[in-house]
């Protein structure tokens, strides 16, 4: 199986911060990377799919990087609807797999 | 409006069965492939399985965890996939999502979520 190890698994940040989360995978995934934002509460959201694709409707102030082994996710200016817990998630092989997870708080 | 309601999910004992039902609308079910993810209270998105379309052969396909026990199938004439869930262990208390897949294999349409709770 391929891990999905995201860092940190907690950050702390103020509205108007950039922020970016890192998600490594155990072996080499081409670009089959999503990431989604949870609520308390709600289901995931997909933000970001194929590393770099903006999912329709999402703002623009997300941004994903990165193939192979290292990606990361970007917020450019953080909204305080952003506060929230970040998954990534592999789709190069089965079973698919999805990091622990990086909670966003207040600071 | 494009949707995924689940259904089914409640209270059961130990080696107990559950099938829970997820009914589509707003796109074409039968031309996509859907999914199971589900989440333990606190804990993180675990993938449990997936079935295709008919085009391709409604494959299935599931996690270690639960290949054996569980069950995905689909009913395109209704708009509805399936997770039929058998001995039912502690351990597979979790909020159950069903969910879209894309071309690029990203969950694009989730369900708002049901929770199984397996009690010894």
């Known amino acids: 199986d391929i891990q999905m190890t995201q860092s940190p698994s907690s950050v702390s940040a103020s509205v108007g911060d950039r922020v970016t989360i890192t998600c490594r995978a155990s072996q080499p995934i081409s670009s089959w990377l999503a990431w989604y934002q949870q609520k308390p509460g709600k289901a995931p959201k997909l933000l970001i799919y194929?590393?770099?694709s903006l999912q329709s409707g999402v703002p623009s102030r997300f941004s994903g990087s990165g193939s192979g082994t290292d990606f990361t996710l970007t917020i450019s200016s953080l909204q305080p609807e952003d506060f929230a817990t970040y998954y990534c998630q592999q789709a190069n092989s089965f079973p698919i797999t999805f990091g622990q997870g990086t909670r966003l708080e207040i600071k | 409006e494009v949707q995924l309601v689940e259904s089914g999910g409640g209270l059961v004992q130990t080696g107990g069965s559950l099938k829970l039902a997820c009914a589509a609308s707003g796109f074409t079910f039968s031309g996509s492939a859907m999914h199971w993810v589900r989440q333990a209270s606190g804990k993180g998105l675990e993938w449990v399985g997936r079935i295709r379309s008919k085009t391709n052969s409604y494959a299935t396909t599931y996690a270690a965890s639960v290949k054996g026990r569980f069950t995905v199938s689909r009913d395109d004439s209704k708009n509805t996939a399936y997770l039929q869930m058998n001995s039912l262990k502690t351990e597979d208390t979790a909020v159950y999502y069903c969910?879209?897949?894309?071309?690029?294999?990203?969950?694009?349409?989730w369900g708002q979520g049901t929770m199984v709770t397996v009690s010894s």
């Open positions: 969910v879209r897949v894309t071309n690029e294999d990203a969950f694009d349409i």
């Open positions: 194929a590393a770099s």
